[in-house]
Every structure is written in structure tokens, then in C-alpha cells.
């Protein structure tokens, strides 16, 4: 499952699945990733080592005996867009430019959408923020981002459709909040998929975002988008449905 996959394809040489392991055992077991692996990229979002320590400073709900399960990464990739300023974007203090360039800086396959400095040097429209540095590359046209960006902006403000009130009762209950559909059974799911270039099979059949308010989880598709390309880019077949170099 895409959620225990570590940089390189190497999960296999683990002692055991990452989804297994304690949120202190994956970081500790990280420290060396970085030299035997080439990168200390874990997850299905492929949280780098630092990235973990600054998150478990800034939520303190995190305990480092929390086991690293799907929920708990998904949980830890919305922070991430919130810190990147998915809140901004979504109401238009930030454009789609703008944000793509934040998730660029946190997901080094996503592709900037406009010239900006990198990290490493200047770089052009649809490369890797960190472009120079020996390691990343864009794995995605930056026109793909650019269409689902612009689908997630307008997909988070169309008006919720009304819900209807309960009918009064000579006692009133608590009226529960309905469960939102499942993000994988959603036809507007599917229709964002195809839009954002293909049918993706490793990595998204497992989803389980129903805790999620439902524009996050447009949200975190677009960053598990990033995240598939990233994962399974040496695959022929998955590199021509997502129209990969």
C-alpha cells in the first residue's frame, strides 16, 4: 500500500511496514535513510525526517508512540496544506501560481507554474522547485496542476447543497451530522481523477478521508496526485496515463 512506501521503492528492506511502526521509531529509523536510500521520504506523502520533527512540534497532540497509520498520514498532509497555504488559496489571497509553488517546496515532483528562484538556482516553468540539487525533478506537466488547482479552486466554492431540516418531533433529539460519502464512491471523485491525468490505481483505492471536510479532501487528492506520480514513476503504463515524459 502506497502508505508504507519509502523513498526508492525500498519498504521491502524494513523490518516491518511503515504503517506499523511508531511515529518515534519512523523518525529515528530515518536518521539514515538520507545516506542509504538517498532520501528519508516515508509515507504516502512522503514526509521527509525534518518534516516529521517540525510537525510534531507544532501539533502536540502528536505522541511519538502513535503508530503511523493512513489516518494519522492524511491527518499530517492536511497541517502540511495548511501550512502551505491551502486556507489562502482557497478564499484568493493567494494564486493558483502562488500556491502551487508553496506545494512545489514541500513535494519535490510537483512542478513550479511560473519562474521563480528555487532553492538551488532559477527555474522555469515546470521544473522541480529544488531543481539542481542533484536529486528532484518535476514529475508532473505543470499543466496538469495548473487544470486540477484551478478544478479544486472552483470545486471548494461552489454553494453546499441545501440540507434539508428534520421534521419537528414532540421531543426533540440530537439530530446527528450526516456522514459524508466516502471520498472513493464520489462521482465528482472519479470526474477529478480522469481530469487530473488518469486513473490512479496504487495509492488512492485505499482512501479513507470521511473524516475530512470535503474540500480538503479535493485538497489532498491534489497532493496525493503528486505523491503517486512520485511513487510509481517507473512504471511505463502509469507514466503514459498521467502524460509523464
Known amino acids: 500500500a502506497s502508505y508504507d512506501v519509502i523513498y526508492g521503492h525500498n519498504q521491502g528492506k524494513l523490518p516491518q511496514p511503515l504503517t506499523t511502526m511508531t511515529y518515534g521509531e519512523v523518525v529515528d529509523a530515518q536518521k539514515g535513510w538520507s ?8 509515507g504516502g506523502y512522503q514526509f521527509m ?54 506545494l512545489a517546496k514541500e513535494w519535490a515532483s510537483f512542478p513550479v507554474l511560473a519562474a521563480t528562484k528555487g532553492s538551488e538556482r532559477e527555474v522555469r516553468r515546470g521544473q522541480s522547485y529544488y531543481a539542481g540539487d542533484g536529486l528532484n ?22 454553494p453546499h447543497e441545501p440540507v434539508e431540516e428534520p421534521q419537528a418531533r414532540p421531543v426533540p433529539l440530537p439530530v446527528p451530522n450526516p456522514k459524508p460519502k466516502p471520498v472513493r464512491k464520489s462521482g465528482r471523485f472519479w470526474t477529478w481523477l480522469l481530469t487530473a491525468g488518469g486513473t490512479i490505481v496504487t495509492g488512492l483505492k ?40
Do not use: C, H
Open 206 to 245: 485505499e482512501l479513507n478521508l470521511v473524516a475530512l471536510d470535503w474540500r480538503v479532501q479535493i485538497a489532498i487528492l491534489v497532493v496525493i496526485v503528486g505523491f503517486a506520480v512520485y511513487a510509481i514513476s517507473s512504471m511505463p503504463a502509469a507514466r503514459g496515463a498521467m502524460g509523464l515524459k
Open 35 to 42: 545516506k542509504r536510500f538517498r532520501s528519508s521520504a516515508a
Open 49 to 102: 525526517r525534518a518534516t516529521l520533527i517540525d510537525l510534531a512540534k507544532q501539533v502536540t497532540s502528536i505522541s511519538g508512540k502513535d503508530v503511523f497509520t493512513p489516518d494519522l498520514q492524511d491527518r499530517l498532509a492536511y497541517k502540511l496544506l495548511l501550512r502551505r497555504g491551502y486556507a489562502e488559496f482557497i478564499v484568493g489571497k493567494i494564486s493558483v501560481a502562488e500556491f502551487a509553488e508553496n
Open 137 to 158: 525533478k518535476a514529475l508532473v506537466k505543470p499543466e496538469k496542476v495548473e487544470a486540477v488547482l484551478k478544478e479544486v479552486l472552483e470545486a471548494a466554492r461552489r
